[in-house]
């Protein structure tokens, strides 16, 4: 239930310039299900290596995507019926951040969760780490799936993050 954004914006002016590319939705982080700071793209020069833990198991290195950040990892372990997303940072300056998810499925709000249904399947998404004064939301998506679907962006915006040790489960 986490859907790729559709067709690109290429005929749209300056699609193919690096300086206004990121402009554009599609291209731009928050087409992704993934974590940064708070309406800013992340750098498009940033590599994130990353390290497989075990057979079902991979961590992610985002210093570069999170600059001023001096720990910035993202877990995935999977198992058979679930998937577990940790994301821990620190950083010595405050920054807000937005943690989100992209969806082709229906999303109903908990206070630490969301269900997402789609063709009579739901997934559920459980918080824990949140930080305190964080706001989830679900809000319609700029764009849509590659065959034209409306996508839904889950979303946690964190404010003046320093320490975080957010986990996402997903079962």
């Known amino acids: ?7 690109h914006a290429g005929r749209r002016p ?8 990121f402009i554009y939705w599609n291209p731009g982080t928050s087409a992704h299900s993934t974590l940064a700071y708070t309406g800013v793209n992340q750098p498009t020069t940033a590599k994130a290596p990353v390290h497989r833990i075990s057979s079902s198991a991979a961590s992610v290195d985002l210093r570069q995507a999170l600059p001023g950040t ?6 995935v372990t999977h198992g058979s019926t679930s998937m577990i997303v940790k994301d821990v940072i620190r950083s ?18 908990g206070t630490d969760r969301a269900v997402l249904r789609r063709d009579g399947q739901a997934i559920t998404i ?13 809000v ?7 065959d034209g679907q409306a996508l839904t ?3 946690l915006t964190m404010p003046k993050v320093t320490s975080l040790d957010l986990t996402a489960t997903a079962y």
């Open 92 to 109: 010595t300056a405050a920054k807000s951040m937005t943690w989100q998810w992209v969806t082709d499925a229906t999303v109903s709000l």
């Open 140 to 146: 319609p998506a700029p764009g849509t799936t590659t």
């Open 1 to 7: 239930m986490v859907r790729r954004p559709g067709p």
């Open 126 to 138: 459980r918080l824990t780490g949140v930080p305190a004064g964080s706001v989830l939301s679900a």
């Open 14 to 21: 300056g699609y193919y310039s690096a300086l206004q590319r």
């Open 153 to 155: 962006i889950l979303k």
């Open 70 to 75: 001096s720990t910035a990892t993202r877990t």
